[in-house]
């Protein structure tokens, strides 16, 4: 028998003013994933009662909030957790933390890992699957490179002139044109 693990260890820095909200937070969010495990919402009866499920061990020391585990932890509950904080005291920059998978045994593909970037805002960025490693492999742009081409792209479509002499040397249809425009948009309102 294999025993498998998900650890993960990172420091998220606190004011002294600030720790007792974070242990709130820890808690709501512990609370919601209880919730969301027994399927009860908070309107719902019984949700007070719930004991919240947190899924990793923390401590609070003098530089900040250290979220750990020795075993197995939840890398989505800890980036739950660390959206919240982001928002509440107003980060000014994104927080990244990576998490790893073992096997006690050498087991075919158990093994592995992934990192997330919470923006300021709260959004949450995942990456390192096998999955990303194969779009990275068959994609020649990526990161930073392919949100500057949508960015071009996006200044381009902004400027009729230039839109146009593109659109006539490609022989590119208005509707066409449209459609990519569309894409594009909906692409820039997702970062």
Known sequence: MANNYTMSSTLYRLTPDQVERAEEIIEKVGKQNAGEWERIKPEDEGYAELEPQIEFEYEIRDDGLWIYFEESCNPDFIADVISEL???????????????????KP????????????????KQYHTGSQQDALERANNPFWGDELTSIFEIAHKVMQDDDMLNQIADSMDISDQTLEDLENKLKKHMNKE
């Open 107 to 122: 087991r075919l593909d158990e093994f592995g890992g992934g990192s997330f970037c919470i923006m300021p805002d709260g």
């Open 86 to 104: 982001q928002v509440e005291f107003k980060a000014d920059k994104p927080f990244t933390f990576s998490y790893c998978y073992e096997c006690s």
